[in-house]
Structure formats: C-alpha cells, structure tokens
C-alpha cells in the first residue's frame, strides 16, 4: 500500500505561481503511476495532471496545459506540480494519487484523467489564487 502526503498550497494573487510536492511511503512508489488532481467546492474532482513510472510521459487537462508541470523524482519518493500563471480559477483543493498500473494507455483514450483508475489517495492541499 502507498500513503501520499501533499503540501506547498498557499494563498496567491493571479498571475504567481506555487509548487505542489507529494511525498509517497512504501517501496512500491516507484512502479506506482501518478497523478494531480483538483476538487473546488460544488465541483467534481477534475484530473489535472499524470505522470509515468519513469516520469517520461505526461499528460495534462486542457486548462492547465502550458502553465502547469508535473514531475517526479522516485529516490525521493516524490511527485511535484509546479503551477505558473496561475488563475482564480485555479483555487480548488489538490489531491494526488498513485496506482499500481499504468493508466497513461487509457488517459489517452478517453483524453482526461479518470480519478476512478486511481486507488491511493492523498488527503489534499489547498490553493487559493486571488484575483
């Protein structure tokens, strides 16, 4: 089983930036693929971003494409998002999340990230971003 802890949210003006990192237990972090995640109040949970084994394939949302990076360093047991350009917009709690396999094949099918091909969960961070 992996356990996530996320940290680095905070309160930003429009336009900052902010940089999410999630730290994972358990030596199944590095075969584990990862993801980014984002629920603002009323809203569903939006996939944001994800991220291979190795960290050599991404994949991001329409809304954070350009402005946001997802990466990954498997001797530390930690996943990041750097967020640039950040938006009000943006404000919601951000979760990460792991799973024991690949789901890149099916994010590129569907064209999201399904939180439901997720099994471990973080308990979330929160980003407000002021206009």
């Known amino acids: 089983q992996v356990q996530l802890v996320e940290s680095g949210g905070g309160s930003v003006q429009a336009g900052g930036s902010l940089r999410l990192s999630c730290v994972g237990s358990?030596?199944?972090?590095?075969?584990?693929?990862m993801g980014w995640f984002r629920q603002a109040p009323g809203k569903e949970r939006e996939g944001v971003a994800a991220i291979s084994f190795g960290g050599g394939a991404t994949f991001y949302a329409d809304s954070v494409k350009g402005r946001f990076t997802v990466s990954r360093d498997n001797d530390k047991s930690a996943l990041y998002l750097q967020m640039n350009s950040l938006k009000p917009e943006d404000t919601a709690l951000y979760f990460c999340?792991?799973?024991?396999?690949?789901?890149?094949?099916?994010?590129?099918?569907?064209?999201?990230?399904?939180?439901?091909?997720?099994?471990?969960w973080g308990q979330g961070t929160q980003v407000t971003v002021s206009s």
């Open positions: 358990g030596n199944m972090y590095s075969r584990s693929f």
């Open positions: 999340a792991s799973d024991k396999m690949s789901r890149m094949a099916a994010i590129q099918r569907l064209g999201v990230i399904d939180p439901g091909l997720f099994e471990y």
